[in-house]
């Protein structure tokens, strides 16, 4: 009804008895106040809602639907938004929301807590800091790294810790949202196309990704897409939501993706139906590679000294060619894609050399689709089907997280790679692989770099990156802007804060013990984990970001709107077990109680969104920046983390005055300031607060050309969001190698395709060949299928994991409105016949155990699960669990040591980047009955 | 040799004290903006005399000698009987004695001083708590565009020079064409031939200006 139509009589409304009218529930949507709203959901996705308001409280939000269409019969991404950001409001008045300053006052762990001032708690943390500082040096302060909460809630915290000289853990090392097989082959990870751009496909293949429940904002266009004519096939273990609206449904079994796309690779090439000139410019599959090393023709191999990165190819007139560096444009240059040929080299004897294509079909010489069938389940007259149906046309794989997350996720993503390779599908419209989708606000990125506000300083920062990169292209001419980007990017991480939690996991959260379990690893390994991990130090392939070192444990940690405890595999023994002793002070800001809260000396509480300005982190996917004003004050004495942060290097500085610790040297050298703490922090109170800092980025970000000229958050409060104009100067934003336009989808890879670029890998080209010898030594030089692991032991099931529809990970756990969705307790989903074999029967309790811990759930049995797979949905909290033991404790959390390779072309550390990730799905394990009276309460 | 010097505005980070460059088209559209923002400052009894001695049009025509674009600077004819009386009674019946240069009549005042506070703040100026006018005076305002024409002249650094060029157009589309165009339209169809020179000119230079930045800026 609208505000202006006539109420119906009271009476036709009334409840008898509860005294409430019908003009009650009309007051329940009246509002004096709108503001804009989106959510920090971590959903990659920045969905504009309207927030409104009245008495200070907020009474509810809706989508706004205001986004303009981009391109002509392209449908708009209108309305953008969910249950969970329709949900959001009911959050800020939950029972487990921190409205106060928290010390815990019994064993930690016991839920005893007292409330404490602001002053108290800030005191109480600058002193742990400060006393670290004085005696480990500030590699012993460890932050997790998040992107949760959006941009003004990571980057005070991110802002104290550079001053500091701290160490940030990587987020994408801690969550593992990592597409390391597409780094592997692009050089980059970060390679998605605007959303809308799927409506231009003709085929999609859901892979590893079921959008149905985790991209409900962007899932129209997939519906479109079919009505446009687009086939949709699901290819996933279980028949899963988003399978229903397919055309086909591909039951794969767990782990053999590789298998399947390898097969359907082997078809494409057997039929001749693959894409011949794309493959020549694109791929490294003309490149030469030698027979008796396996290694790349390299130009030092035929002169001395000879450059170490420059390969080649068999031109059909010319014979033995370099290939170009600085262009995939093959001009005159027609590679002949078959060898065997005969080189010379500088020592006078001849090898023979035989192209990446080559070895390939020789490769795929056991992935006939019979082969194949009988290793991934999937019938070969399906792999055909899928092959036909992918070539020719266009493709795009919309991916999602849950590939990385498989121990050979990479092998699976490199395979999923080559279909697209052979096939030509990537750099069109319609086209390529959608998984991790960051875009560069570049306001953000020179943050760190300005020393005062205002356009002068940000044009002083863009002219020395851009003196830096005309120093490095002088070395390297051939290197597009991209690569320069990334390695001022690596200069800068080397002083930087940034680390890879691997090492920091190794060292002092237990792991060693984990990963050295040759078991639960991949045979081809020749020597423990561990003797890996210390010839890759040894090497320098991971020099200056190994942090802390191994001899100096942590000894206070902060996490900011992280929640190791839910997150980290390995489960409590890991965290609470061995890296909590070793902490002086575990610091948790955060806007809830969550499982981290739960266990730290110190809840700080934090303002949510709708109390405080913010921005959502910014994506591809949306490619556009959305706003989050401050409907009301937050509530309690919640604090937004600038206030915090800022506060807290006030109160540091002041502290270690007072223990004469003016300055002190971190572990590379460097002297830090503590006595200037709080004003290097607001530059000397330049920094007025954070919706200053906010306007500095927005107007920066114009400057950059990232944004509209004119963008201010005064924009951002008219217009709620603000679409990108470039994705910037810096990686990420370049990585997508795509022009932003005003009236047409953002396809990735356009400039590799249509400008030629190179690729920032070490061949230059999408390298599908890694001939390092540690990936020879393991037989993935290409890309190939393994059975995963025996991670968890030798159990009959598979374990494997995905977003739930009602929550990303756990931020939605305590929301009455989305916990009355479901069951509102955690579930293991298994199959009618492993029920039935167990004398498990729905909905009773079961224990799920193996090797490494057990934990107890109520069982959901479905036919949509298949035999031998069990499911459980991430983000449950591990208090929802019996004995605060959730999932994560039969995950041992298992690494992968290739990505321990380093010093590699692009295989090297940037962050957010390449580095190795823990492994979650595919644990074997058992299930069975909890017997009556134990386990979890119904 | 040109100088600037701000009547609302103070350098919050850059360079202090007068700054000298030769004069350009970059320069004389500094000028005029000076110009204008100099008139709007100053009181009617002191204008009326720069009226009645010639200083407006000699002193616009001065400044705007270098322009890069057409400028038509039309004559200021004094009315038989004029003093700075019936001017000033003329000021204070048009632009309300000032009271209608500040802000345009904006309904959310305090947000609009809050943006343009923001923007000359980005721009290294800030407003001065101890000036006569508020920041959304259009004295201020003309200052700020006089700046921002000034620093583009004035440095060495061709991006920064583009961010100043953009500035102006942004400026000029969102803090002064938004409401000077209707300014001049409502108060001018009442206001006696000087006051009614000043804001046509004003209304001229302001939309001819606009396209030509935009011009330079490809759009």
Redesign the interface.
């Known amino acids: 009804m609208g505000e202006g139509d006539a109420a119906p009589p009271a009476s036709a409304g009334d409840r008898p008895g509860t005294g409430a009218t019908a003009d009650d529930y009309r007051s329940r949507w009246t509002w004096e106040r709108v503001t804009w709203g989106t959510h920090c959901l971590n959903c990659l996705a920045g969905c504009p809602y309207r927030v409104f308001s009245r008495d200070g409280e907020v009474a509810f939000e809706e989508q706004a639907g205001t986004i303009d269409p981009v391109a002509s019969g392209v449908p708009d991404m209108n309305p953008l938004g969910c249950q969970k950001g329709g949900a959001w409001s009911a959050q800020l008045s939950s029972e487990d929301r921190v409205l106060h300053p928290l010390r815990r006052v019994g064993e930690r762990g016991s839920g005893k807590w007292e409330q404490i001032t602001w002053e108290e708690a800030l005191a109480e943390v600058a002193e742990a800091v400060v006393a670290v500082l004085d005696e480990d040096g500030p590699e012993a302060v460890v932050f997790e790294e998040s992107v949760e909460g959006g941009l003004l809630a990571q980057a005070p915290f991110l802002r104290l810790a550079a001053l500091l000289g701290a160490v940030t853990l990587d987020a994408n090392g801690l969550v593992n949202d990592l597409p390391t097989g597409q780094h592997l082959t692009f050089g980059k990870f970060s390679c998605a196309s605007t959303v809308d751009d799927t409506f231009l496909a003709d085929v999609l293949l859901l892979w590893h990704s079921n959008p149905a429940y985790t991209s409900i904002p962007y899932h129209h266009f997939i519906s479109e897409a079919r009505y446009r004519g687009a086939q949709v096939v699901a290819i996933a273990p279980d028949y899963n939501a988003s399978a229903v609206g397919s055309d086909l449904y591909v039951p794969v079994r767990p782990g053999t993706d590789a298998a399947l796309a390898l097969a359907m690779c082997r078809v494409v090439l057997d039929e001749d139906l693959w894409d011949r000139q794309f493959v020549l410019t694109q791929t490294d599959l003309p490149l030469l590679v030698r027979s008796d090393t396996g290694r790349y023709l390299r130009q030092r191999d035929l002169r001395a000294g000879g450059d170490e990165e420059t390969f080649h190819l068999w031109d059909r007139a010319g014979g033995l060619t370099a290939a170009p560096r600085g262009t995939l444009d093959l001009g005159t240059l027609d590679p002949v894609l078959e060898g065997p040929f005969t080189v010379t080299l500088a020592d006078g004897t001849e090898v023979e050399v035989v192209t990446v294509l080559d070895l390939l079909r020789r490769h795929l010489g056991v992935y006939a689709p019979e082969d194949a069938a009988a290793i991934c389940g999937v019938p070969a007259s399906t792999i055909r089907r899928l092959a036909h149906l992918v070539a020719g046309r266009r493709v795009k794989i919309l991916e999602g997280f849950n590939g990385p997350k498989y121990f050979h996720g990479d092998l699976m993503e490199r395979s999923m790679c080559l279909v697209l390779a052979l096939t030509g599908n990537w750099g069109r419209p319609g086209t390529g692989i959608q998984g991790l989708a960051l875009a560069g606000l570049d306001g953000y990125l020179l943050f760190s770099m300005k020393t005062r506000p205002g356009v002068e300083e940000t044009a002083r920062v863009l002219d020395g990156i851009d003196q830096a990169m005309a120093q490095m292209r002088k070395r390297d001419p051939d290197a597009t802007d991209e690569m320069l980007g990334n390695q001022l990017l690596a200069l800068a991480t080397s002083s930087g804060t940034a680390a890879p939690p691997v090492f920091f996991n190794y060292h002092h959260a237990g792991y060693d013990e984990t990963w050295n379990r040759p078991e639960w690893s991949d045979p081809t390994m020749t020597k423990p984990f561990g003797d890996y991990l210390r010839d890759a130090l040894r090497r320098g392939w991971w020099g200056g970001v190994a942090r802390p070192g191994a001899s100096t444990p942590p000894r206070v940690l902060f996490t900011v709107g992280t929640n190791p405890m839910r997150r980290a595999r390995g489960g409590r023994a890991k965290l609470v077990d061995t890296l909590w002793p070793k902490l002086d002070k575990v610091v948790v800001v955060d806007f809830r109680m969550s499982a981290t809260a739960l266990q730290a000396d110190l809840v700080l509480p934090a303002a949510m969104q709708y109390e405080r300005v913010n921005v959502q982190y910014p994506i591809t996917h949306m490619l556009r920046l959305a706003f989050s004003d401050a409907a009301t004050p937050p509530r309690g004495e919640a604090r937004t983390e600038w206030e915090i942060f800022s506060a807290l290097a006030r109160t540091i500085a002041e502290r270690a005055v007072a223990v004469g610790l003016d300055e002190y040297d971190d572990a590379r050298r460097q002297t830090r300031h503590a006595a200037r703490l709080g004003e290097d922090f607001d530059l000397g109170g330049q920094l007025s607060g954070e919706e200053m800092v906010l306007d500095e980025w927005v107007r920066d970000s114009a400057d950059a050309g990232t944004l509209p000229p004119g963008s201010s958050v005064e924009r951002l409060r008219r217009d709620g969001s603000i679409r990108f104009t470039g994705l910037g100067t810096f990686a990420p934003g370049l990585s997508v190698a795509a022009d932003v336009r005003d009236d047409e989808v953002m396809t990735a890879f356009r400039w590799h395709v249509e400008q030629h670029l190179p690729y920032p890998t070490l061949t230059r080209r999408a390298q599908f060949y890694i001939d390092h010898p540690w990936f020879l030594e393991a037989g993935e030089q290409l890309p190939t299928h393994k059975e995963p692991p025996r991670m968890g032991g030798e159990y009959p099931l598979v374990l494997t994991s995905g977003h739930s529809r009602w929550t990303v990970h756990s931020i939605g756990m305590g929301n009455r409105h989305l916990l009355g969705t479901h069951r509102g307790r955690p579930l293991v989903v298994m199959s009618e016949e492993d029920a039935a074999a167990r004398g498990v029967a729905e909905g009773e309790k079961v224990r799920v155990s193996n090797d490494h811990g057990a934990f107890e759930a109520m069982v959901r049995v479905t036919g949509r699960v298949r035999p031998g797979q069990v499911i459980v949905y991430n983000g449950f909290e591990p208090h929802m669990f019996r004995r605060w033991e959730g999932a994560n404790e039969v995950e041992p959390g298992m690494v992968k040591w290739l990505h321990l390779v380093g010093k590699y072309g692009h295989l090297r550390y940037l962050p957010f980047g390449w580095q190795p990730v823990p492994a979650d799905r595919a644990v074997f394990v058992e299930v069975a009955a909890v017997p009556a009276g134990g386990g979890v309460d119904r | 040799m040109f100088t600037y010097s701000l009547q609302g505005l103070e350098l919050s980070?850059?360079e202090a004290g007068p700054i000298e460059v030769e004069e350009n088209e970059t320069t004389a559209r500094s000028a005029v903006y000076q110009f204008f923002g100099g008139w709007f400052a100053t009181a009617p009894a002191d204008l009326f005399d720069q009226a009645a001695e010639g200083k407006w049009v000699a002193g616009l025509t001065e400044a705007a000698s270098l322009l890069p674009f057409g400028f038509a600077i039309g004559p200021v004819e004094v009315p038989a009987g004029a003093d700075a009386a019936s001017f000033a009674a003329d000021h204070e019946r048009v632009l309300g004695g000032g009271a209608l240069l500040g802000g345009g009549g904006r309904a959310d005042r305090e947000?609009e001083i809050a943006?343009v506070r923001?923007?000359y703040?980005?721009?290294?100026l800030a407003a001065s708590d101890a000036a006569p006018r508020p920041a959304d005076h259009l004295a201020t305002e003309l200052d700020f565009l006089q700046y921002l024409c000034f620093r583009e002249a004035a440095t060495p650094?061709p991006?920064?020079a583009t961010?100043?060029r953009?500035?102006q157009?942004?400026f000029l589309?969102?803090h002064v064409l938004d409401w000077v165009p209707g300014l001049v339209a409502s108060a001018g169809r009442g206001a006696g031939p000087l006051v009614g020179w000043t804001l046509d000119q004003l209304a001229a230079f302001v939309s001819a200006d606009r396209a030509y930045v935009a011009e330079r800026?490809g759009g």
């Open positions: 980070a850059a947000a943006a923001r923007e703040e980005y721009f290294g650094s991006r920064l961010s100043f953009r500035a157009r942004d589309d969102a800026l």
